[in-house]
Each structure stands twice: as structure tokens, then as C-alpha cells.
């Protein structure tokens, strides 16, 4: 028997004996070093000039540190498991700064859509980069992450399951053009492996779940995967029939509270989902993005008192939610590294990223014949 509880305290492998069996055994990688890093470059400047087309975005700069009295680090969960990196700055004593890295942008983004004037319809994609210290490092998980972190400014008629389908649907767009500039800039790329179908597939959580009701939710991804190369799961975040959230997911941002009703007149909740494929490298589920309709001050007020969270009330960012400061949106953070691995054929995050592994797994890559950066 699985435990629920277990598959929701975050991503990750947990056994460095398990990393070693997903790791393919005949591995060779389509790009050399040096090709590599020249289409890492190509496809990232595709992807975010995509982005800033289809979704009508700017780039913005980000920040790497927050302030902790401002609220805006993104906890990425709402058990406490994830907490962010904290130092003291002292300055000149008198004036010190209790600071924090960020772990995603999620909630900064929000207030910058304010801050830069963003009407209706325009929204900011920025470069971020963050640091995730509770992770298990494995073939997809870094405690360095890059993502292109973005932000949108939307009407309250937006606040629905078509606005969030139809901007999902760009972002494949983008995702799946990049696919075929690249495999055009490096014909290796093509044949060995499966593309990105052209296609996303659509699913609640909940359905996911009725298919697979004796499954965890890491085997019921995979499963659904089989079915469907690449899916958007809708609802993540709200308490499923059995009784768990498909995955934890932090009460101030994402709505996932809202009710909706499925295709065919079924009761459903939330305005968000995920991004994930089959990687036909490793065999296994491949997250690419989260992203949802982020919460307004009554369902911001909603997550927070079913998570037992209101003390979060008295920071500034959730006060400028509650009292309607903030633009609504729609947001989202793609992880540049993992779909830059998808579209190279890589089987190892760190073929794509430079970081920080543990020496166990460094020996494993080496005896699988993939160059890990360093």
C-alpha cells in the first residue's frame, strides 16, 4: 500500500538507487558539448521571444533576493516542506535587512504588473533564477532553478477553465515551434526519439484519479502519459473524492478553490493545472510548467482559511490582494532547463544546467555516459 501522505511531500526520487535504475543504460547523447550549449542559446532566445508574441509580454529584470517582511517568496507548497534560503544583510547596523532568495518569482510578478502599469491583456516574462534548498537531487530536480516566470494582467470575466485553456494552448504553440527550429538548426535532433505531439490533452485531477484510483499520483501521471504523450491536469491544489490534493500547492497565488464544471456537466474546482510529457529518454512523467488564474481576495481569503494560513494576512503582499491593489492575472513558470531538456533528447537536468550535484550521483552519470556540467 502507498502512502498518500508520502507522494505529497514533494517532488523527487528519494533513493539514489532508483535514479540509477531511470538513468538508460545505452545512452548517447545527440549533441556534443559545444553543439549543445549553442542550441541551449537559440532555443531559449526562441522560446522567450515566442512567449512575449503569443501571451503580448515584455521581459522584465527579476529579483534574486526578497525582503521577508514583503511576503512575495513563493513557498511552492502549504506544509512547510519548502522553506527559502534566509540571511541577515547588517548594513551599518542600525538599518539590517532580514532577506531571502527567492524560490520562484510567483507572487513579485504580481506586484510588478502594478508597478510597470500593465493593462488589461499585457503581461512580463522575466529570466528567473532561484534556489530550492529541500529538493532531492535526482535527473529532473536542481536546487538551482531557471525559469521564465510570467505574469499577466486579466479582467475579471477571464477568471475561467476557456481563458486558461486558450493561454495554455499558446504556450504550446510557442514550446512546440521551438521543437522544430531547433531539430531544423540540428537535423540530429530528429528521428531517434518521439516529438512533442502537436497537441495538448486536456484532464482534471479528478478524472486522472478515477482512472487510476490505486495509484499515487507520481504513477497516476505516468499512467495518463501513456494514454497521452503531453497533458494540461486542471485542479491541482484542491482536495480530491479520495480525500488528498492531486499535489500540494501554496494557498496565495494559484486559485485552485474556484468551482468549474467538466465537459460533461461534472462538479470541479480550480483554475489551474500543470504542463507535463512523456520523456522518451528516461521513460518517466516530465513537468514542464505550472501556471493558473491566480487568486482574487475572496478566494485568496477561501485558500487561506482551508489551509489554516490567515496568520499570512497581516504581510503586505496578501493585504494589497485582499483590498484589490493588485491587478488580476494569469501566471505561470516555465522551467527553462527541463523543457530545454525535453527538446535536446537529454537525460540528465545537468546536461543542460550548470549546479551542484552529490558525488553519487555524478559517478552515475559518468557510468550511463552523460556529461553532467560543472
Known amino acids: 500500500m502507498f502512502d498518500k501522505k508520502a507522494d505529497l511531500a514533494g517532488p523527487g526520487i528519494g533513493d539514489y538507487a532508483e535514479v540509477e535504475k531511470i538513468l538508460p543504460q545505452d545512452y548517447e547523447s545527440l549533441l556534443n558539448p559545444k553543439e549543445t550549449q549553442q542550441a541551449i542559446t537559440a532555443v531559449k532566445r526562441f522560446i522567450e521571444d515566442g512567449l512575449c508574441e503569443e501571451l503580448n509580454l515584455i521581459r522584465v529584470e527579476v529579483p534574486l533576493i526578497v525582503d521577508v517582511e514583503s511576503g512575495v517568496n513563493d513557498y511552492l507548497d502549504r506544509d512547510g516542506s519548502r522553506t527559502p534560503v534566509e540571511f541577515h544583510i547588517k548594513n551599518d547596523g542600525k538599518n539590517p535587512i532580514e532577506a531571502q532568495v527567492v524560490q520562484a518569482a510567483t507572487k513579485w510578478k504580481r506586484v510588478a504588473l502594478k508597478q510597470f502599469g500593465m493593462n488589461v491583456g499585457e503581461g512580463l516574462v522575466t529570466d528567473m533564477r532561484a534556489v530550492r534548498k529541500d529538493y532531492f537531487l535526482d535527473h529532473d530536480h536542481s536546487s538551482y532553478v531557471d525559469q521564465w ?10 477568471r475561467n477553465l476557456d481563458y486558461l485553456t486558450t493561454t495554455v494552448e499558446k504556450i504550446w504553440k510557442v514550446i512546440k515551434n521551438a521543437e522544430l527550429f531547433i531539430q531544423d538548426r540540428f537535423p540530429q535532433l530528429k528521428n531517434k526519439y518521439d516529438n512533442l505531439p502537436d497537441k495538448l490533452t486536456f484532464i482534471h485531477a479528478e478524472d486522472i484519479l478515477d482512472k487510476y484510483p490505486d495509484l499515487p499520483r507520481k504513477q497516476r501521471e505516468t499512467a495518463i502519459l501513456q494514454e497521452y504523450p503531453a497533458v494540461f491536469i486542471y485542479g491541482i491544489g ?27 456537466g461534472r462538479q470541479m474546482h480550480g483554475l489551474n493545472g500543470d504542463i507535463l510529457v512523456w520523456n522518451p529518454v528516461t521513460k518517466r512523467r516530465h513537468e514542464l510548467s505550472s501556471m493558473g488564474v491566480r487568486v482574487n481576495a475572496e478566494t485568496l481569503w477561501q485558500q487561506l482559511q482551508l489551509t489554516n494560513q490567515t496568520d499570512f494576512l497581516k504581510l503586505p503582499y496578501h493585504q494589497a490582494v485582499i483590498n484589490k491593489e493588485l491587478p488580476l492575472s494569469i501566471g505561470g513558470g516555465i522551467g527553462q532547463s527541463r523543457t530545454v531538456m525535453s527538446l535536446l533528447k537529454k537525460a540528465h537536468l545537468g546536461e543542460v544546467s550548470v549546479t551542484v550535484w552529490p558525488k553519487v550521483l555524478k559517478a552515475i552519470c559518468r557510468a550511463r555516459n552523460i556529461n553532467v556540467l560543472e
Do not use: M, N, Q
Open 149 to 158: 516566470d510570467w505574469e499577466k494582467a486579466i479582467a475579471a470575466e477571464d
Open 238 to 264: 484542491w482536495t480530491l473524492d479520495d480525500g488528498y490534493p492531486h499535489e500540494l500547492r501554496a494557498a496565495d497565488y494559484d486559485d485552485w478553490v474556484t468551482p468549474t464544471v467538466s465537459k460533461d
